[in-house]
Each structure stands twice: as structure tokens, then as C-alpha cells.
């Protein structure tokens, strides 16, 4: 299995995850930011994480991924799921995106590692998000107002081997979360939040990205 992915993308790292938690081994091709060629030769479009099966067979959901990856052998995700959690999850990537986005592209990351596939992100991501210097500056601000959502994240969590209680797909949509927003210096997680993710990260064996 081949996963065609960014090094910041929290929605590979779901599949990085899963394959991980099974001690699979997962082929990590990292596309450079502007390499869109690359995406529509495999898929007709330009989107990341493409997962390309052993039979050739490119797919493009991550949960989906996730799911054929864990599905492989004695499945790991098997505990149960919780609506507040995946609820919190679609409301916790939007929140942290100001803090996010104008980070990853400082962080060395290998997408990023010519000049025009630097540029490729800045210039897209600035239209959506808005300018990156501003968003730094605004730091405490994004912090603030995104440590409510951390709070509710500390008490919903369960175990810190898994949200709740037992690895599940819930597992796979709150920590690639955690780990893209660590990369915030000056971000201090609650207990539980710190203990989750520092044992998480630790048992699948990444250690977390940068910080800026
Ligand atoms: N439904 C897809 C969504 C994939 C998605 O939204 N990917 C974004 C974020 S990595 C993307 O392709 N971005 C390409 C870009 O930055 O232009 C999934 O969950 O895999």
C-alpha cells in the first residue's frame, strides 16, 4: 500500500495512524505542495491523501482508508463511538485552522521544499485563511478562543490509550487534530488532552511535528 500524502495533512495522518496502530507497513510518498500533476495522473484530481491498494486501486476518502487498512487482518478500531466526539472533531478543525495554516508552511516540512511549491501554498491557503503574518499575530487570540474546545476534549476523554476506552475510529479523528495543532508553540494542552496525545503518539511510534 502506497499513501500519496503532506507531511502536515491531519486527514493522511488518520491513515498513517491506522496503519500504525497495526504495525503495517504503509509506503509515504510526499507530494510537493504544486505537484497537482501528480494527484490527476492517479485520480483526475487534485486531492490528498490518495491511497493506492497492492492491486493498483487508488482510493480517496481517508475514512475509507482507514477503514481497508484496518480491516486487514485482526481489525485494532473496534471500540465504540461517541457523536459528541466526531461532533467536536468537525468543529475543532475549523477552529484551529488560523493557528495552523499559517504555521505549517515555516516548519521545514518536505511538501514545501522548493521555492514554487512554498509559494504554491501561500498564495492559495492566504485566499481561504487570510494573511499569514496577521494570523500569527493574532496568536493569543486563536489560542483563547480554541482552549474552550480543549476543555470540552479533556473531559470527554476517557483513557489515554484511547478516547473512549478502546480504540475506535473516534481514536482517528482526535489526534491527528491534536498533533496538527501542537505544532502551535506556547499551546498548552489540559491534562487528560496531554496525556492522551503524548501516549498516543508514543504507542504508534511518531514523534509530533514541529513547533513555531
Ligand atoms: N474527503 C477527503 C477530503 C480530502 C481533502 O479535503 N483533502 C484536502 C486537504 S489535505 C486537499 O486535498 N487539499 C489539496 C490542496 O491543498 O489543494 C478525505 O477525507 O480524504
Redesign the pocket.
Known sequence: MKIYM?EH?S??FRVRMAAALKRLHLQEVVVLDDDTDTMVGLVGK????ILVKDDGQPM????DMVNYVDSRGEPALTGPERAEIAAWADQFIQRSAPLTMPRYPLLGLPEFGTVAALDHYNR?KRKVFGDFVELRADTRRYISQLMPDLETLDRLIERPHAVNGALSLDDVRVLPLLRSVAVVKGLRFPQKVRDYFESMMSHIGYRPLPTV
Open positions: 503532506f495533512c486527514l493522511c487534485r486531492v490528498i491523501p480517496l476518502e481517508s475514512m492559495r
